[in-house]
């Protein structure tokens, strides 16, 4: 069983992928992350905590990372980030407050420990900006060499970007953070728009989970039927950071194309993933980028993980644990 640690800006996908990684009998997830994108840091470790508490998985160290993009000093979130994922985070969905606080230890120092700890068996799965993980990798670059796989939701490569035709929204935020990481020699498997897009949950799946009669159903259908709500060019959401998730634990469901990758960092083009002009012929690239997925499959793993969770939930609820 792998080991995982989640990077999220929780945000309502990050919520799927946190259901996911908590549901899954094929990783043990040893904590979370915490950073800026979706919403601010204080709020996205809040919800994380919150919805722990809410399945009964209090057990999950929680901790808060950057604030900020590394060349910059404040960070101010996008008027879209609001519309899609609500004030909150999570679609304006009220979910109880946990009674626990973060740790006190810092997400890049949490990262670094684990890494040492565990070796190629941790699997890191960002699912906002990048920043935590290049601090991590500047802070203690030995840690390089024993790291296992970094499966990380952002970019696009044979598609348009999400924030403009470029650029995906969490390469965005921290250009200078991402390209670090995909050119840092690390093991990176880019789940981005290429994929993440091709991959639809509806509202006939949020009713499914609503029917386990837990809290915990009930409020995923909701978060998410909101979540619906606000991708008009579709008949239901895409499921962009749940792909990562999965991914960490069923790469057998991707085509990925092996790259040297890097990301444009200032002009038009800011933030644009693409292979590294300087090492087309160099031998071994260390990104994979995903170009193909089985989204049947996907979705079904999806639904299945999360319907479990929320069955067993329902079973500790009733039984008062």
Same mark, same amino acid.
């Given at each position: 069983?792998?080991?995982?640690?989640?990077?999220?800006?929780?945000?309502?996908?990050?919520?799927?992928?946190?259901?996911?990684?908590?549901?899954?009998?094929?990783?043990?997830?040893?904590? $979370?992350?915490?950073?800026?994108?979706?919403?601010?840091?204080? *709020?996205?470790?809040?919800?994380?905590?919150?919805?722990?508490?809410?399945?009964?998985? &209090?057990?999950?160290?929680?901790?808060?990372?950057?604030?900020?993009?590394?060349?910059?000093?404040?960070?101010?979130?996008?008027?879209?980030?609001?519309?899609?994922?609500?004030?909150?985070?999570?679609?304006?969905?009220?979910?109880?407050?946990?009674?626990?606080?973060?740790?006190?230890?810092?997400?890049?120092?949490?990262?670094?420990?684990?890494?040492?700890?565990?070796?190629?068996?941790?699997?890191?799965?960002?699912?906002?900006?990048?920043?935590?993980?290049? #601090?991590?990798?500047?802070?203690?670059?030995?840690?390089?060499?024993?790291?296992?796989?970094? $499966?990380?939701?952002?970019?696009?490569?044979?598609?348009?970007?999400? *924030?403009?035709?470029?650029?995906?929204? &969490?390469?965005?935020?921290?250009?200078?953070?991402?390209?670090?990481?995909?050119?840092?020699?690390?093991? $990176?498997?880019?789940?981005?728009?290429?994929?993440?897009?091709?991959?639809?949950?509806?509202?006939?799946?949020?009713?499914?989970?609503?029917?386990?009669?837990?809290?915990?159903?009930?409020?995923?259908?909701?978060?998410?039927?909101?979540?619906?709500?606000?991708?008009?060019?579709?008949?239901?959401?895409?499921?962009?950071?749940?792909?990562?998730?999965?991914?960490?634990?069923?790469?057998?469901?991707?085509?990925?194309?092996?790259?040297?990758?890097?990301?444009?960092?200032?002009?038009?083009?800011?933030?644009?993933?693409?292979?590294?002009?300087?090492?087309?012929?160099?031998?071994?690239? &260390?990104?994979?980028?995903?170009?193909? $997925?089985?989204?049947?499959?996907?979705?079904?793993?999806?639904?299945?993980?999360? #319907?479990?969770?929320?069955?067993?939930?329902?079973?500790?609820?009733?039984?008062?644990?």
């Amino acid at each position: 069983m792998i080991k995982m640690i989640l990077d999220l800006d929780t945000g309502i996908d990050d919520a799927m992928a946190l259901a996911y990684a908590i549901g899954t009998k094929e990783a043990e997830l040893i904590g $979370v992350t915490g950073t800026f994108g979706n919403v601010y840091t204080e *709020v996205g470790v809040q919800n994380v905590l919150n919805i722990l508490n809410m399945c009964n998985e &209090n057990g999950i160290p929680v901790f808060a990372g950057a604030t900020h993009a590394m060349d910059q000093n404040h960070f101010d979130r996008l008027e879209v980030s609001a519309r899609i994922h609500g004030d909150n985070g999570v679609g304006q969905v009220a979910i109880e407050t946990s009674p626990r606080e973060i740790e006190t230890k810092s997400a890049v120092d949490f990262l670094i420990e684990s890494v040492k700890k565990y070796g190629k068996e941790l699997v890191i799965v960002p699912t906002g900006p990048l920043t935590n993980l290049a #601090l991590a990798l500047k802070k203690a670059p030995e840690i390089k060499d024993i790291m296992g796989r970094v $499966v990380l939701m952002g970019g696009a490569l044979t598609i348009p970007g999400n *924030v403009n035709q470029y650029t995906e929204a &969490n390469i965005s935020q921290d250009p200078e953070a991402a390209k670090y990481v995909f050119e840092s020699g690390i093991d $990176v498997t880019m789940v981005g728009l290429d994929v993440t897009t091709r991959s639809l949950l509806t509202k006939a799946d949020t009713q499914i989970w609503r029917e386990t009669g837990s809290v915990a159903g009930k409020t995923y259908a909701d978060m998410v039927d909101y979540y619906i709500s606000q991708h008009f060019e579709v008949e239901g959401c895409y499921l962009h950071d749940p792909s990562a998730a999965i991914n960490a634990v069923h790469p057998e469901y991707f085509t990925m194309l092996p790259m040297h990758m890097t990301v444009i960092t200032e002009g038009e083009a800011e933030g644009r993933t693409i292979g590294d002009p300087k090492k087309l012929r160099d031998p071994n690239p &260390n990104v994979k980028v995903c170009i193909g $997925v089985d989204s049947p499959y996907l979705v079904k793993e999806l639904n299945e993980t999360l #319907l479990s969770l929320f069955q067993t939930v329902k079973v500790k609820e009733f039984s008062g644990n």
